[in-house]
């Protein structure tokens, strides 16, 4: 089976950094991604990592441990429109993108 | 360039009603998949198709639930008769091979 855990909520100030952590269990591994899906809209893509270390990409960035089944997503210099859902979805050596979504983190940004 | 287009955004229908859900891929995506999202709970994989095929439906419910992509028109995810429990948003995503999803903004099914 599959399994992928993160925290339900997180609250962070304006201006801080913030890490959302995510575990999985699966079988065939192939690659994690993470989504931010503000509430009502559409999920849109942050990272995707395959292969172990950290991916940066501006604000962003996204961690992955393949031995401890493992990946955080980092955001510093935290804005008011950060406040979102962040899902972190596991792909299985499938072939195609039939992704296994956590519940997501709902991330509160405070001023 | 359009993204993901679902219709309707919302849609009410009662118990034992067909609800039907449209979706357009984006340009140049040959790769629709559709999702359900329920309250408090992850995206849950429903069907994966390509153009006139099904290719992985391991996560649609076996009765009452049929999903189709055309050679020409949107996807639609068809539910037939309806019960309280179908509540939920659906979204449906698109990609160009084995690339990243990009997501439609959903349709919310109220069934009253």
């Known amino acids: 089976g599959q399994n992928i855990d993160q925290p339900t909520e997180m609250t962070a100030t304006e201006g801080a950094i913030v890490q959302i952590n995510c575990t999985y269990q699966?079988?065939?591994?192939?690659?994690l991604f993470w989504y931010q899906q503000h509430a009502g809209e559409a999920p849109t893509f942050l990272s995707y990592?395959?292969?172990?270390g950290l991916e940066e990409k501006g604000r962003f960035s996204s961690f992955l441990s393949r031995s401890k089944g493992y990946s955080y997503l980092l955001l510093k210099e935290l804005q008011m429109k950060d406040s979102a859902s962040y899902l972190c979805?596991?792909?299985?050596?499938?072939?195609?993108?039939?992704?296994?979504f956590g519940t997501g983190t709902r991330l509160l940004v405070s001023p | 360039n359009a993204g993901v287009m679902q219709n309707p955004r919302h849609l009410v229908r009662r118990r034992g009603q067909e609800a039907r859900l449209r979706c357009s891929p984006m340009?140049?995506?040959?790769?629709v998949y559709w999702y359900r999202q329920l309250p408090e709970e992850g995206l849950k994989f429903m069907v994966y198709?390509?153009?006139?095929?099904?290719?992985?439906e391991s996560g649609m419910p076996k009765e009452r639930f049929s999903a189709e992509f055309p050679k020409e028109g949107p996807s639609i995810l068809r539910i037939q008769q309806v019960v309280r429990g179908d509540s939920a948003a659906y979204f449906c995503?698109?990609?160009?091979?084995?690339?990243?999803?990009?997501f439609g903004s959903g349709t919310q099914l109220s069934v009253l």
């Open positions: 995503a698109s990609s160009q091979g084995n690339e990243k999803l990009f």
């Open positions: 699966t079988s065939g591994f192939n690659g």
């Open positions: 990592n395959v292969l172990d």
């Open positions: 979805a596991v792909r299985r050596n499938t072939g195609f993108q039939k992704l296994v």
């Open positions: 340009k140049g995506h040959s790769h």
């Open positions: 198709l390509q153009k006139e095929n099904i290719i992985d």
